[in-house]
Every structure is written in structure tokens, then in C-alpha cells.
């Protein structure tokens, strides 16, 4: 992989780590905009990196976007605990950029539970069924030529159903570039670079019509991913005042390894 999402400008800055994102890390509704993909994706590099123990791993992250996260300009990540155990403990980070004043603020936010590891392989269990493999899934070009780079250029994006038919949507999906410029994601990296397309998979509405734009996505693992590919399982309930819930199930290769849940506000699209 030669492209990524971010470059890193200085790692001991006074508010943290100092990045710029890249022509990739754009969102699809707006190029001012990031995704909400990378953003969470380099929340979880900053909770994995904090006061690391080989011992644990996260088994639930929670972020929250705190409004449009700038695609231009620097950005800031910093992590701390919250709450230290021997067994548990509850990870924060955040992401900061210039606000309209200027200034730094935080856009989007990071809570993870940590937990001590234990050897449980004669207890393993994954109740969701998983999902047709990737050799019977079909390309869909979601990124025509002529659009700027973004987010889904970024991606093999291979779908198991037809968009916007009724019952869940499924996917198969990888990441083809780096999180961070030359470093090697490891597996809930990868993860995190995918979870929130479940929004869209999970999708019903019909683009030209509507947006739906997720604000936050609450992410359980159960068992680390294996390999590159991502399997998302998703459906979307939508209310009757203009908001929704996707509900989703996480696969690798070998099954299902963890759950999404995604808070949608839906809005008419104006032409």
C-alpha cells in the first residue's frame, strides 16, 4: 500500500499526535467533509497505542462525531484511561481541529472497554450465520471516474444483495490503502476503516431523494478479525420523525466476530 488516509506531521505535539488527512479520507455527501470511516479507524489507533498491555484488548468502542470533521487543515489525536483495572479498564480519545474561530476543538470522540484476556477457545461460539463468501460477491462501481478522490476509492467493495431491497444488505468489504502513511493497520484498524459503511449497506433510501448521516457507531467484538476482509450484515429502521437505527453484524472469513449499532438522522435531499 502506498496511499492512506493520514499522514503523520509530529508525534509529540502539545495537543498530541498532529495529522493532515488525505484526498481519501473525503466523504461521499460532502469533499469538506470526512468520512466517518477513517476518522474512526484512527480513533481506534490512538485507544489501542494508550498505555498499551499486551494482556487486554478493546471488545467495545463507542464513537461519537461531534459535528462535520474538517477534511482540510491539521488535526490532533490524543488518548488517556479513564479508568485503569487490572481486568477492565475504559480507554478515551479524542480528534481536534480548528473550529470557526480558529481555534482547536474536539469533532469527534472515543470510548473503548479494554478487557484482560483469557484462554476460552473450548467455550467459542458465534450465533450469526455468516454471509455468502467473497467469491460469489459482485463489484459495484460506487466511485465513477469523473468523481474527486474520496473515501470509496479506497476500497474492494464487493456486495452479496442488490441495494435498497427489502431485508438486510450484505457486504464484503477491504480497505486497499494505509491508515496511517507507512504504517501497517492491524486487525481492528481494518475493522474500524469499514464499520460505518453499515449505514449504507443497511440502507432502504434512495440517494437522490434522501441523506442519511450516522452520529455515531457503537462497535462490540467478541473475536478479533482475521485477514482482510470485512463482512457487514446490516438493516436500517427508520422512524417516523426523520430518524434511524442500523443494526448489524460483523463477519471475517471464518464467521462472525461482533456487532454495530449506528444512530441515523434522515433528511430530504435538495435539489
Known sequence: MTDSYYELIATADALGEKLVATDLARGTWSASIQHGAPVSALLVRALERCARREDTRLSRVVIDLLGAVPAEGDL?????????GKQIELIGAEMLAAGPDGQPRPVARASGWRLQQLDTEALAHAA??????????????????????????????????????????????????????????????????????ANGIGSTLDITKWT??????????FRVPNGDWIGIRAETNYGPD??????????????????IQQSVLVRPRHR
Open 128 to 197: 450469526e450465520n455468516p454471509p455468502r463468501p467473497v467469491a460469489e460477491a459482485h463489484g459495484r462501481k460506487l466511485a465513477p471516474m469523473d468523481w474527486d478522490r474520496n473515501y470509496v476509492h479506497s476500497l474492494d467493495w464487493r456486495w452479496l444483495t442488490e441495494p435498497m431491497t427489502p431485508g438486510p444488505g450484505e457486504s464484503w468489504i477491504k480497505p486497499t490503502v494505509d491508515l496511517v502513511h507507512g504504517e501497517t493497520m492491524t486487525p481492528l484498524q481494518r475493522l474500524f476503516a469499514v464499520a460505518d459503511c
Open 76 to 84: 490532533w489525536v490524543r488518548s488517556q484511561v479513564i479508568r485503569g
Open 212 to 221: 442519511f448521516v450516522n452520529t455515531d457507531l457503537a462497535v462490540h467484538v
Open 242 to 259: 426523520g430518524i434511524g437505527t442500523t443494526v448489524g453484524a460483523l463477519f471475517d472469513q471464518q464467521g462472525a466476530i461482533g456487532a
